[in-house]
């Protein structure tokens, strides 16, 4: 079921300082930050050959990475995000499994514009999964 | 400088409940089961088409990843590994730019048999990252 990983997500308390140390010390290629308001996160894409790291920053009043930050004042790794092929199919054979899909249990629109869905970190090994139907 | 993520490596309390989950619940490709006691871990591959899940469980007395699961007794996400075409000329950039290595400095022999070096976490947004040359 799971495809590949899309991207791995990190989130940052500085962006700015965080995109200086993986274009300038790690000599990666980033993309310029785009702000999502319905996410609460500014994000920077550092492009990899395989794949992709997100680096995240809190954004406007109520950013859904503030807890994490408060908790790990300098920044870590989030979430892991896979792709499925069949986003519904995917969730209805992790909830038969007795996984919990956060939220309301239905597929949201996510940074990237295809339907997304997190998994609770407690079922999967203290990891927070997200799940992208990729076309 | 940073080529692939070779892999992502998650700390889990219970190997066999992980391989479970991500073979059964998650439908992805697991390796057996190796016991790396230089490492101290006993390591499983998930296997998927991009790049890899590492997932270890501590093995022995000094495990190196005994005190990260004290802390995360659920598990949760421990390193991030980069591949690089030169692990030398990657350390004397990163030391020159203030980034700290761990360790003495120089390369060990990794879990795949190339040479590897981590970097520290403060160093890096807070994620411990390893470095590993790649033929």
Same mark, same amino acid.
């Given at each position: 079921m799971l495809g590949r990983v899309n991207h791995i997500a990190i989130a940052v308390p500085n962006l700015s300082a965080a995109v200086a140390t993986y274009r300038d010390t790690l000599g990666a290629a980033v993309s310029q930050p785009q702000i999502l308001p319905d996410h609460g996160v500014t994000v920077v894409f550092v492009e990899l050959p395989n794949t992709? &790291?997100?680096?995240? !920053?809190?954004?406007?009043?109520? =950013?859904?990475?503030?807890?994490?930050? !408060?908790?790990?004042? =300098?920044?870590?790794?989030?979430?892991?995000?896979? !792709? @499925?092929?069949?986003?519904? *199919? *995917?969730? %209805?054979?992790? /909830? =038969? *499994?007795?996984?919990? @899909?956060?939220? %309301?249990?239905?597929?949201? /629109?996510? *940074?990237?514009?295809?339907? &997304?869905?997190?998994?609770?970190?407690k079922d999967f090994n203290g990891v927070l999964l997200e799940l992208e139907q990729v076309p």
């Open positions: 992709k &790291v997100e680096l995240l !920053e809190p954004y406007g009043e109520a =950013s859904p990475i503030a807890a994490f930050l !408060e908790k790990n004042p =300098s920044g870590g790794m989030h979430h892991i995000c896979y !792709e @499925v092929a069949d986003i519904l *199919a *995917a969730r %209805d054979r992790l /909830t =038969s *499994a007795g996984a919990r @899909v956060l939220g %309301d249990g239905n597929p949201k /629109t996510g *940074a990237h514009g295809y339907p &997304v869905l997190f998994l609770h970190p």
